[in-house]
């Protein structure tokens, strides 16, 4: 699965859209861009995922660049219960989908 | 989505003694369950592949007759830490996908184990 890049931190306003990016320079032509993130002491929360259009469901929006080399995750009102570590993965969509490779990561804190 | 369940939640065990962790699918049923096991401040980090009925798969580096996986059935994998020492203190947690629709994985709460 392709590696990703991602700042190490970030921070938002409450009630302003919060815009995470992610770099996967090398993403092959069938991976998947997902996004999962992990509120201290729980277990990862999957947002959302594409491949190459954008998309959007009722957590979030996942922009993804034409050359499909970046995406950025937005979450239009950040709350507070938003902050989180946000995982950028890359990989192929199949039924073997719980095995994961986790980078880093964002910090995201949205502070008030 | 789909709910993965583990328990329990949190547990203080004795240095020498195996803890038993269950990671249960409660709406679906999954053949293949993933066990990871995350340090303060780091990432998660994949343990091992649960298949159901069949021996599990590790990663490199983790020791496999020092965690012991099974999964007995489509609902349920479990992980045990035998003779558990400090350094295997760690958040570990579980997740799995329901076959045939879903690409994304579903995690279970995770399992806070301090050893002592």
């Known amino acids: 699965d392709a590696k990703t890049t991602q700042p190490p931190s970030m921070d938002c306003a409450e009630g302003r859209a919060a815009n995470l990016p992610c770099n996967h320079s090398?993403?092959?032509?069938?991976?998947?861009v997902y996004w999962y993130r992990q509120i201290h002491s729980q277990g990862p929360q999957y947002i959302i995922h594409?491949?190459?259009n954008n998309e959007t469901n009722e957590m979030a929006s996942l922009i993804i660049t034409e050359d499909r080399k970046s995406s950025t995750l937005i979450l239009p009102h950040a709350t507070l219960r938003d902050t989180a570590v946000y995982y950028c993965?890359?990989?192929?969509?199949?039924?073997?989908?719980?095995?994961?490779?986790f980078g880093q990561g964002t910090t995201l804190q949205v502070k008030p | 989505g789909a709910v993965v369940s583990q328990h329990p939640s949190r547990v203080i065990c004795k240095s020498g003694t195996s803890v038993k962790i269950e990671c249960r699918s409660l709406?679906?049923?999954?053949?293949?369950m993933f066990w990871y096991r995350q340090f303060p401040k780091q990432s998660l980090m994949l343990m091992a592949t649960?298949?159901?009925?069949?021996?599990?798969?590790?990663e490199q580096g983790v020791e496999k007759d020092k965690f012991l996986i099974n999964h007995a059935s489509l609902t349920l994998s479990t992980l045990t830490v035998t003779s558990a020492h400090p350094e295997d203190s760690s958040f570990y947690i579980c997740?799995?996908?329901?076959?045939?629709?879903?690409?994304?994985?579903?995690f279970g709460q995770g399992t806070r184990l301090t050893v002592v």
């Open positions: 993965i890359v990989r192929v969509a199949s039924s073997n989908t719980g095995k994961l490779i």
């Open positions: 090398t993403i092959s032509g069938n991976e998947y």
């Open positions: 594409g491949l190459k």
């Open positions: 709406d679906f049923q999954a053949t293949t």
């Open positions: 649960s298949n159901e009925g069949s021996k599990a798969t590790y």
């Open positions: 997740s799995g996908s329901p076959t045939g629709g879903h690409t994304e994985a579903f």
